[in-house]
């Protein structure tokens, strides 16, 4: 279910921007990542840019520029090629000023701009659709054939048709290139200006964005990044490669400064040193989710959405900021609830294209997110009054509220009554806690159960052993500990002796190396020689399991199960 709101732009008033710094201890910890990343030949250098609405608060470059084929020092001034964040930076920014001008409607079909685009099930896929990737169209152009230019693009973007199913066109999200290569026709049609031109003369000129371009003048090669084998000053993207080096896409080609500007404006309501780019009104709106609010990520008109960059990042709704990220490494996060923008640019893709700039991201933005004062959610509404319809429905329940309990909890709740009266044995590690973080081991010994033995698996009772766990007293509780993962793998005769019942409280992932599932077969098997019963207190699977991957298992022979682990 799509959810579409039309609320006007949020004035955020000084008393809502927090107070913001980027401490010693913070930049430190930006340098180590970045310089551990380097190391490990994920990237060969980044720029990384920290700011608010008034400007840059940290900015800092690190590494290579190039490895090949000499090397070149990273510098603040350094071009990449954004590869797919042209999709934010450019194009949607484009289609959204000819829709302030009443030129292009966002739900209007595609085809009331483009008529040669309305065939073969594509009539009526909307402005909308293709910002928020619910048209249905395919990922991408087939490259597999050989096609050269513009024209070849556009013909074969004609005779495509949706991938996604009859009847699903709006209600799920396929990120496609086509989309953005669709928007950037259609702003060219409607201009009649080339895409270059008009973002050119009513983006980068205003915003005095003077290193950004699609096709960047000889001047600049020497500053820009190499990507993948000898590829400077030429676009990384097969797709945009081919079409001539612009396209809706990617092709775009910026510096950390040109962009800490694009983001000002946004933080600003659209607005910087007095140049008005978007209306604050149409600002607003990139906050509303627009795609189905089960798709990871939201996405709302052009952007990717995620919750605000705060300490409890995690607990709070996927909406109040805006992303993107593209191929090449580049990245930019704007945050209006926080007041806060973040860049981070990298050749990920120089010189072989193996490099890797997801760990860089999530451990930079982690860095960023804990300099925020605790954001609640009663916080973000009265900031951005519009988000309150999509936060209610994406909401996720407070700690303590939780609609699943695992078995710990409804046997807390119960009142521990299957123990009363019992001689328990407890298997469990660190990962038998219930909704409010206590131990199972804990919570039994505080209840007046009488808890007399505890049973050790792989990485032991605490999970802090990484080799065979021997038997002993645990420190904590005086009670004994009996190892299952040492040269005893199934609970002894002498191990049952005097139980009344066993306990299972442990977590279990769903992948095959881990030994716990093995371990409870054994305990299962032991218990029903000694007729012992064994109370199994689950734990949803935190996988979800709805993949299932891998090889069969050969099969194992009764004698051998001994041996199966460890």
């Given amino acids: 279910m799509r959810l579409v709101i039309v609320l006007a732009w949020w004035l955020i008033s000084l008393a809502h921007a927090a107070s913001f710094e980027v401490t010693d201890a913070a930049q430190a910890s930006i340098a180590q990542i970045v310089e551990l990343q380097i190391a490990k030949k994920n990237i060969p250098g980044a720029v990384i840019v920290i700011g608010d609405q008034s400007g840059i608060l940290y900015q800092q470059h690190f590494g290579l520029r190039a490895t090949e084929p000499r090397s070149e020092p990273m510098t603040d001034d350094t071009i990449f090629d954004l590869a797919s964040l042209t999709k934010v930076v ?142 400077r000053g030429k676009v990384h993207d097969p797709s945009a490669a081919r079409m001539g080096g612009v396209a809706g896409h990617a092709g775009l080609f910026s510096d950390a400064n040109d962009l800490a500007r694009f983001a000002r404006m946004i933080l600003n309501g659209g607005t910087l040193d007095g140049k008005r780019i978007l209306r604050s009104a149409t600002v607003g709106q990139l906050l509303i989710p627009d795609s189905p609010l089960d798709a990871s990520p939201l996405r709302s008109i052009g952007w990717a959405l995620d919750g605000p960059l705060t300490a409890n990042h995690d607990q709070l709704p996927s909406v109040g900021m805006l992303f993107h990220t593209g191929f090449t490494g580049t990245g930019l996060w704007i945050d209006p609830v926080m ?89 469990t590690n660190q990962s038998g806690i219930d909704q409010s973080g206590r131990s199972t081991i804990e919570i039994l010994q505080a209840a007046g159960v009488n808890l007399v033995a505890l049973f050790a698996l792989e990485h032991g009772l605490y999970g802090d052993q990484n080799q065979l766990v021997s038997s002993g007293v645990d420190r904590a509780t005086g009670l004994p500990v009996y190892s299952l993962y040492g040269t ?48 199994l207190l689950d734990r949803p699977n935190p996988l979800g399991a709805d993949v299932v991957a891998g090889p069969m298992l050969d099969p194992i022979p009764y004698a051998d199960r001994y041996n199966a682990f460890g």
């Fill in 488 to 535: 005893v793998k199934q609970p002894t005769p002498a191990m049952l002796d005097g139980l009344d019942m066993l306990v299972w409280d442990v977590q279990d992932a769903g992948v095959r190396f881990f030994t716990y599932e093995t371990s409870l077969g054994l305990v299962l098997e032991a218990a029903a020689q000694q007729h012992i019963p064994v109370l």
């Fill in 339 to 427: 007041q806060r923008f973040v860049i981070i640019l990298s050749n990920r893709v120089h010189p072989y294209g193996l490099g890797n700039a997801a760990p860089l991201r999530e451990q930079l933005l982690a860095v960023v997110a804990s300099l925020g004062s605790v954001k609640s959610v009663a916080d973000i509404k009265q900031i951005a009054p519009q988000l309150s319809t999509a936060i209610s429905l994406l909401e996720r329940p407070a700690l303590g509220q939780a609609l699943v309990k695992s078995g710990i909890d409804v046997l807390e709740q119960e009142g521990f009554s299957k123990l009363t009266g019992k001689r328990i044995g407890l298997i």
């Fill in 90 to 231: 450019a194009t949607t920014t484009a289609i959204l000023q000819l829709v302030e001008q009443g030129r292009v409607e966002l739900d209007a079909p595609a085809a009331r701009y483009w008529p040669s685009f309305g065939v073969h099930g594509k009539e009526n896929i909307t402005i909308r659709e293709m910002l928020s990737h619910t048209s249905g169209l395919a990922p991408d152009l087939d490259l597999s054939e050989n096609w050269q230019g513009k024209e070849a693009a556009v013909q074969r973007i004609i005779n495509s048709s949706p991938i996604a199913p009859i009847g699903t066109i709006g209600q799920r999200v396929i990120y496609s290139d086509i989309n953005f290569e669709v928007l950037g026709l259609i702003v060219e049609r409607v201009s009649k200006r080339t895409l270059d031109q008009y973002c050119k003369k009513h983006i980068f000129a205003p915003l005095a964005m003077q290193n950004t371009s699609f096709l960047p003048v000889d001047e600049t090669v020497e500053r820009i990044a190499p990507t993948q084998g000898k590829l």
